[in-house]
């Protein structure tokens, strides 16, 4: 069974700084989700990272893969209170039965302390 | 497109009752999802349809959970009979493919069972 886990599961950060999320997967993949959720709402899609490898970068929030590691980072640079959220990642696997399977992790509680 | 549509928003009931969650994906999608939400337990995934055919619905919890997809702008999620650790939050979304895109959450049904 496919786990995946995130650290740390809360995090309290000063606004201006930098901070690393980290989502670990059990079984082989490669293909990651990270999604936001603010409280009280909906998932919202933040990046998709399809290989090893790949890189991506909106505004203060960098997310990169190393499937060879199972490992995915959620970079956060220079915080500001508008990234507080819970943050999700979500790893995709092919089944025994040729489906595709989705396990999201635990999720990270984010606040940034001005 | 107004996105992923839920209803009802929020939903009481007393325990014993049929509950019955109602979700209209974004047009055009291909693959719509059914997704619940509880502390304990996160996000999981509880059954996913590609072109309103079931695929997997190893993540159900039980017999008294069924879901159906009667076309491609609808999809309902019911309890029969409903229980108080059934209280949680439900979400659904929809992809047009299950991996190399997001999927597109809708606002959820907060269910509370009593």
């Known amino acids: 069974e496919l786990k995946v886990e995130q650290n740390p599961l809360f995090l309290s950060m000063q606004e201006g700084k930098n901070y690393t999320i980290y989502c670990n997967y059990s079984?082989?993949?490669?293909?990651l989700y990270w999604y936001r959720q603010d409280p009280g709402k909906s998932l919202e899609s933040l990046f998709v990272?399809?290989?090893?490898?790949a890189v991506k970068q909106e505004g203060r929030l960098m997310a990169s893969l190393d499937t060879k590691a199972r490992l995915s980072t959620l970079h956060i640079t220079a915080a500001v209170h508008d990234l507080s959220a819970t943050y999700f990642c979500?790893?995709?696997?092919?089944?025994?039965?040729?489906?595709?399977?989705?396990?999201f992790g635990t999720g990270t509680r984010l606040t940034i302390i001005p | 497109d107004a996105g992923v549509i839920q209803s009802p928003r929020h939903e009481v009931t007393e325990m014993g009752q049929e509950v019955t969650l109602r979700c209209k994906p974004i047009?055009?999608?291909?693959?719509l999802f059914w997704y619940r939400q509880t502390m304990m337990r996160g996000l999981e995934l509880l059954i996913y349809f590609n072109n309103n055919v079931p695929i997997d619905d190893s993540g159900m919890p039980e017999d008294r959970f069924s879901a159906k997809m009667p076309n491609a702008s609808f999809s309902t999620l019911k309890i029969q009979p409903s229980e108080p650790r059934d209280s949680a939050v439900y979400f659904c979304?929809?992809?047009?493919?299950?991996?190399?895109?997001?999927?597109?959450f809708g606002p959820g049904t907060r269910l509370t069972v009593t």
């Open positions: 979304a929809s992809s047009w493919t299950f991996g190399s895109y997001e999927q597109y």
């Open positions: 079984t082989t993949s490669d293909r």
């Open positions: 979500a790893v995709e696997i092919t089944s025994q039965f040729g489906n595709e399977k989705l396990t």
């Open positions: 047009s055009g999608h291909d693959y």
């Open positions: 990272l399809l290989s090893n490898g």
